[in-house]
């Protein structure tokens, strides 16, 4: 359990090496908001793929590739419809936002912001930020106010897909506190290709602590 009463942050560095590679992309990265989804590129070749609008509860990203072309991802796989590539969610105030049945918590994109490529030495990185309000779908109140900000980064030289998932959540304006809670699988997870599924199910990167 996990109490808010100020600002909570949670930070994740994912690293994915390539499967093969026998033709890495050009390095020149570039990132695209469109109306529904922000796409990120590294010269030709997707890295990323973000849908914020028109999804059922949650942003979350969607597609996720290796240096080699490999989306690591599934959305909505027959089993568990409700495991949305990698994604972000808990219990807040009781109100589940991670399994979508019996009145779940929804949350409501509001802004994309800080949308650039920057360089940093030899590596280019692009980022975004997304504002998204954590609403309880009984009264439509919000529960928590989150700048979720993501970054990637494709490295030839060290051919490996970098991703770095950042959440800091406040309160609502005159809202004086928020209980985070949930089963020992909620956090932010990932849904991984079949083939990799019977290694890891879902793999759960970072737990309530």
Same mark, same amino acid.
């Given at each position: 359990?996990?109490?808010?009463?100020?600002?909570?942050?949670?930070?994740?560095? #994912?690293?994915? /090496?390539?499967?093969?590679?026998?033709?890495?992309? @050009?390095?020149?990265?570039?990132?695209?908001?469109?109306?529904?989804?922000?796409?990120?590129?590294?010269?030709?070749? #997707?890295?990323?793929?973000?849908?914020?609008?028109?999804?059922?509860?949650?942003?979350? %990203?969607?597609?996720?590739?290796?240096?080699?072309?490999?989306?690591?991802? +599934?959305?909505?796989?027959? !089993?568990? #419809?409700?495991?949305?590539? &990698?994604?972000?969610? =808990?219990? %807040? !105030?009781?109100?589940?936002?991670? @399994?979508?049945? @019996?009145?779940?918590?929804?949350?409501?994109?509001?802004?994309?912001? !800080?949308?650039?490529?920057?360089?940093?030495?030899?590596?280019?990185?692009?980022?975004?930020?997304?504002?998204?309000?954590?609403?309880?779908?009984?009264?439509?109140?919000?529960? #928590?106010?989150?700048?979720?900000?993501?970054?990637?980064?494709?490295?030839?030289?060290? !051919?490996?897909? =970098?991703?770095?998932?950042?959440? +800091?959540? /406040?309160?609502?304006? *005159?809202?004086?506190?928020? @209980?985070?809670?949930?089963? *020992?699988?909620?956090?932010?997870?990932?849904?991984?290709?079949?083939? =990799?599924?019977?290694?890891?199910?879902?793999?759960?990167? &970072?737990?309530?602590?």
């Amino acid at each position: 359990m996990k109490t808010i009463k100020n600002i909570f942050y949670l930070t994740l560095a #994912l690293l994915i /090496t390539a499967i093969s590679n026998p033709a890495s992309a @050009e390095n020149s990265m570039s990132i695209t908001t469109g109306e529904n989804a922000v796409s990120i590129n590294a010269g030709t070749q #997707l890295l990323l793929r973000y849908p914020y609008k028109n999804v059922p509860f949650k942003p979350y %990203v969607d597609a996720l590739y290796t240096p080699s072309g490999v989306n690591i991802l +599934r959305d909505a796989p027959h !089993d568990h #419809l409700h495991h949305h590539g &990698l994604m972000f969610a =808990v219990k %807040v !105030d009781g109100v589940n936002f991670w @399994e979508e049945h @019996e009145a779940p918590g929804r949350q409501a994109h509001i802004a994309i912001g !800080d949308v650039g490529v920057h360089q940093w030495g030899p590596l280019n990185w692009a980022t975004f930020t997304e504002r998204v309000r954590w609403v309880n779908p009984k009264n439509r109140k919000g529960l #928590l106010e989150e700048e979720r900000k993501i970054t990637i980064q494709a490295s030839e030289m060290f !051919d490996a897909t =970098v991703l770095i998932w950042q959440a +800091r959540l /406040t309160l609502p304006e *005159r809202k004086q506190s928020a @209980e985070l809670t949930g089963a *020992r699988y909620h956090g932010l997870g990932a849904r991984f290709l079949q083939s =990799v599924d019977p290694y890891y199910h879902v793999c759960h990167f &970072l737990m309530m602590g």
